[in-house]
């Protein structure tokens, strides 16, 4: 890689690591995005491996290898970042234009999210502490991943704004966590009495340093908590509870929202407390209540 090259590299990280509230993970995510192109194109027999000439055609072929390997979403996620460099470059003249413009991307599938039932959630928040009074997990652990738990769950975080909370981000008069998410966008998700005993404790037992912008959760060696270690964790619990290894930390904020709208909750509301940008996005939660309606109808009904 060139010196140019990592000077751009470098010049649109600290742009947007400036002008947007972009988590760590999601800058981490932009770079990589940005590297792995650069570095196939190093690679590519119809490529003269410089990203600042690269053309729409190698561009669709790109896209179409990430395709091959990788979800929808994970390509539209990368495509995306590799867009805001380009808007970049040529922003600042070291590029004409931008070889993803108008280059057509996976369509997303409109599964609908599968998650845990409340009877089924309630058993998992509580493994953390069956596993401590067996002797299985200290206390350091089961008290933080009790805690992660019902953050994900109660307060319908995403992992990776899981592991950025600050102390600062806590209000514990109100209940209320403010969250830094996707683009940059802030939100107040208001969390349970239970989240809100399990805060206390951990900030009582030490565990984390009390510094207003210091992570909230931590690694036993005391840095910051990260996405892999809390899914490693999860499959441990889902395991031992006999609930099904397929459940993710995303899908225990699907069951978040699932449950709120199951209990008749505005839309609305849901849409703010998951930070989604379109209120089409948060209606997938009301396809999976009406699936719920149909099922006991068709179960129960004597004419279904």
Known sequence: MTGETDENIEAFMVRIGQQRRYSK??????????REWVGWLKICEFSDGSYLSAGRRVARMYVAELSS????????????????????????????SDPFELVSLPKMKKDLPICLNEGQTAALLQIPWTLERAGKIDRFRALRDAL?????????????????????????????????????????????????????????????????????????????????????????YLQFAGLPLSITPHKLRHGFATHLVNADADLRTVQEMLGHSSLSTTQIYTHLSTRKMLEAYNSAHPHS
């Open 148 to 236: 992660a738990l019902e953050l994900l769950y109660g307060a319908g975080l995403r992992i990776s704004e899981l592991c950025a909370l600050k102390w600062r981000d806590i209000d514990s008069r109100r209940n209320v966590a403010t969250v830094l998410g996707k683009g940059g966008k802030t939100r107040f998700c208001p969390y349970g009495e239970s989240a809100g005993r399990l805060l206390a404790a951990w900030r009582e037992s030490g565990n984390s340093p009390r510094e207003p912008d210091a992570e909230i959760l931590r690694t036993a060696k005391g840095a910051p908590l990260y996405p892999r270690l809390v899914q490693r964790e999860l499959k441990i």
């Open 69 to 96: 390997k990788l979800r929808p979403a994970t390509v539209r996620n990368k495509i995306s970042a590799l867009r805001s460099f380009y808007k970049f470059l040529i922003q600042t003249r070291a590029a004409e």
């Open 25 to 34: 993970y999601t800058l981490r995510n932009y770079s990589d995005s940005i």
